[in-house]
């Protein structure tokens, strides 16, 4: 599939946009083009052999919005264009309509900021302007319902720190995560590197005057450190915050031991991700954990007063509806603070790529909405949601709290309205400047190897960054 255009700012999108029908039908877009204000689609299999179609399309924008808002408008025109005519060709209606974009929310957001839609008229607006499924549409109505804690204040910022390194790969993992084997004689030099750029951030918030808000240790599998190691990094983080949360999402990791170092410092917050209560699948996937680890890590959590995130995934292969069921009844039995709804995303850099067919995505809406119901019936909100490329079905991941249990940092995150400041192997530090409605990035490099060798570099981009 691909999509030709001489307009590039559309081309990526409307790309997406295909590929979602590709992935919710077995026949093929062979060619695309989009060039001089019409769209040309060649052999669609769902018409005549061969036979090209040409669609021609009009629209009006109002040439008193901003440069900005009107190349936004152009481009969600010509892409609910293109939604109308695969829909029509491929009779499919996409979960999320022609929306694209990670951040579902993000867009509602937007529509309520520009006057183009009231808080309470944004189910009803991407309902019937970007053909989004009216359950998506109400779900996106109720995390913005859920999203008050959201405080736009450029001083405020938040600091992430990336491990990336885990005890083995999952097969469904694509980020750039190192299996501990492999780097154990780099971890000291790498924490080394990261107390450097730690000490460079303190001394760029002092200068701003920024207030840390949040902290979030992720990765990888931060809790893949000895707890010798845990106490080195986090005696470096001495801020005042409202929030600490440390990613220990394989549970054969956690121990007493590191849990108390996790104590001592004030984390708040960790992640236990059983990803599946099917022993089976967890095999399948490389995942070496044991349910028993699972109920231990929690309780030893519980134990200590942690407020707990748990994460699953639907669709995880060789599972059927009755399986995740199951995982979810087990969820629920556990009653975590924070529940995290993925959907399997089949990522190029993946091994479960190669295994593509194993994974049965027949059943996988039915297990997004078996979860969604069951959560809330027992009393969980949903508080922030994304979505991935290559989701199966086009679905999303949504985030679940209870009793006001949320996490601040993913909806900061995710919504884009806080400065972060990211450290170490592969993190991304965003600047966001409300009031000129814009973000700036810089990305750290990706591989441990690399920042090992180039952390001067890093701190001197980082410095001029924050200027």
């Known amino acids: 599939m691909t999509i030709h255009s001489n307009v590039e700012e559309y081309v990526i999108e409307l790309q997406d946009l295909v590929k979602l029908f590709a992935l919710n039908n077995d026949d093929k877009i062979d060619h695309m083009e989009i060039s001089n204000g019409e769209i040309y689609a060649e052999n669609f299999k769902l018409t ?11 629209f009006i924008i109002d040439t008193s919005l901003t440069e900005l808002r ?60 970007y053909f989004v499924n009216i359950n998506k549409a109400r779900l996106v109505g109720k995390i913005l319902r859920n999203q008050k804690g959201i405080i736009r204040n450029d ?44 000490e460079c951030i303190k001394e760029i ?21 000895t707890a010798n190691q845990l106490d080195r990094l986090l005696a470096s983080l001495r801020f005042p915050i409202n929030e600490f949360t440390v990613e220990c999402g394989r549970p054969d990791t956690i121990t007493d031991e590191k849990l108390d170092v996790l104590k001592k410092y004030g984390v708040t917050r960790i992640s ?19 349910n028993i680890q699972v109920l231990n890590a929690y309780t030893k959590a519980l134990e200590r007063d942690f407020i707990v995130n748990m994460d699953v995934i639907a669709g995880l292969p060789g599972e059927k509806l009755g399986i995740f069921k199951r995982t979810i009844k087990t969820l629920l039995e556990l009653y975590p603070h924070n529940i995290t709804i993925h959907t399997l995303s089949i990522k190029n850099g993946a091994q479960i790529k190669n295994e593509f067919s194993t994974v049965d995505d ?45 996490c601040m940092f993913n909806i900061e995150s995710m919504e884009e309205t806080n400065t972060i400041i990211g450290v170490g192997a592969g993190s ?26 180039r952390i001067d570099e890093m701190i001197e981009k980082k410095k001029e960054f924050y200027k």
């Open 362 to 406: 027949k059943d996988v809406d039915k297990m997004i909405d078996f979860a969604e119901s069951e959560l809330a019936k027992n009393g969980y909100q949903p508080y922030y949601i994304y979505r991935q490329k290559n989701q199966l079905k086009g679905l999303e991941n949504v985030g679940y709290y209870r009793d006001g249990l949320f």
């Open 428 to 453: 991304i530090s965003k600047r966001v400047f409300n009031l000129e409605n814009r973000i700036e990035r810089q990305a750290n490099v990706k591989f441990i190897e690399d920042y090992i060798q």
């Open 48 to 58: 005549k052999e061969a036979e090209v179609k040409e669609y021609s399309y009009e």
């Open 272 to 290: 236990i991700n059983p990803q599946t209560f099917c022993e089976a699948t967890l095999k399948r996937i490389g995942r070496k954990q044991k």
């Open 155 to 198: 001083n405020l910022v938040d600091v992430y720190i990336n491990i990336p390194i885990c005890p083995t790969r999952c097969k469904y993992c694509s980020f750039i995560s190192n299996e501990l084997s492999k780097v154990t004689d780099k971890v000291e030099i790498y924490l080394d590197c990261l107390l450097k750029e730690i």
């Open 70 to 129: 009107q190349k936004s408008l152009r481009k969600r025109k010509v892409k609910n264009f293109l939604y109308e005519i695969l829909s029509k060709e491929y009779k499919i209606n996409l979960p999320w309509g022609s929306l694209t974009g990670v951040r579902p929310t993000k867009f509602a957001r937007d529509l309520v900021a520009y006057g183009e839609a009231k808080e309470h008229t944004v189910p009803e607006i991407l309902s019937k302007d």
């Open 205 to 225: 918030i002092r200068k701003k005057s920024y207030i840390v808000r949040n902290i979030y240790i992720g990765g990888g599998t931060p809790s893949v450190l």
